[in-house]
């Protein structure tokens, strides 16, 4: 029988390389997205290779979410895997001068957009049971402060600690849960979190042979397709160049 595979803001980067990956090894695909343009021109794309089901929807609306889930044609209606990669960074200023709407949108988009999605579609992934997986996208920044990390590192340490936890709960129902957590990667993320500053996002990536968004398709297929009675609970990626940064100490001259 032919898998079927949710996604979460599937009109770029992550999302659409896992889009394409899978939609490569024949699985049936439901892609999310706000922009129609984009993702009514991926699947028109995909759907040469595979079954294809666009949503047009924003993963914070939470009516939005239930409508479109609840009105899933039967043959896309069994799923086997959940992908949520809907998510953003917004800026890099420090605390005290960053905008409180761009942290409420953070906070709507990689926490409670995710939250909604996976509750909704719960009783699907355990009604198909043994075999069947989450996979939340978190980051390095979940785990590691850096300046300018703030709320984002903020929102993916809870989606950290809430796949642990929900691993917890879904025990006994073969449904699996893993955390991917990229470092340094290439995609149109980092343009949303630069404002569009292309000369940034060049400098950022310029001579660091980044991770690019394939490499985390390629791994994202890995853990959905590990036997059945394996489950990765966390992995943490970074380029071979990417490492950990030192302390950060202030010193004062000496009086």
């Keep these: 029988m032919t898998s079927t595979l949710f996604i979460t803001g599937a ?42 089901h666009g949503l047009v929807v924003d993963v914070r609306d939470r009516a939005a979410m239930e409508a479109a889930i609840a009105g899933l044609p039967p043959s896309f209606s069994r799923l086997r895997g959940l992908i949520n990669n809907a998510g953003l960074a917004l800026g890099t200023d420090p605390a005290p001068k960053c905008d409180l709407d761009d942290w409420e949108t953070m906070v709507d988009t990689n926490i409670k957009g995710l939250l909604y999605t996976t509750r909704l579609l719960l009783p699907r992934l355990i009604a198909y049971g043994r075999g069947a997986g989450i996979v939340n996208l978190g980051s390095i920044a979940g785990s590691y402060p850096y300046p300018g990390s703030h709320v984002y590192g903020g929102t993916k340490a809870f989606v950290k600690q809430f796949s642990l936890n929900l691993r917890c709960d879904l025990q006994g129902t073969g449904v699996r849960v893993s955390n991917v957590e ?6 149109e993320f980092s343009m949303v979190r630069f404002g569009g500053d292309k000369a940034r996002y060049d400098a950022t990536y310029k001579g660091a042979e980044p991770i690019q968004p394939e490499d985390i398709a390629e791994t994202i297929f890995w853990v959905l397709n590990t036997p059945a009675h394996v489950n990765i609970n966390r992995l943490e990626l970074m380029p071979v160049t990417q490492s950990w940064s030192g302390f950060a100490i202030e010193r004062h001259a000496k009086e």
Excluded at 182 to 187: A, F, K, M, T, Y
Aim: hydrophobic share 35%; proline share 2%; aromatic share 6%.
């Design 182 to 187: 990229p470092g340094l990667c290439e995609s």
């Design 11 to 52: 009109t770029s980067g992550f999302g659409e390389a896992c889009a394409r990956k899978f939609a490569q090894a024949g699985w049936k695909l439901v892609l999310t997205g706000r922009r129609e343009d984009r993702l009514k021109a991926l699947c028109e794309e995909l759907s040469k290779q595979t079954e294809v």
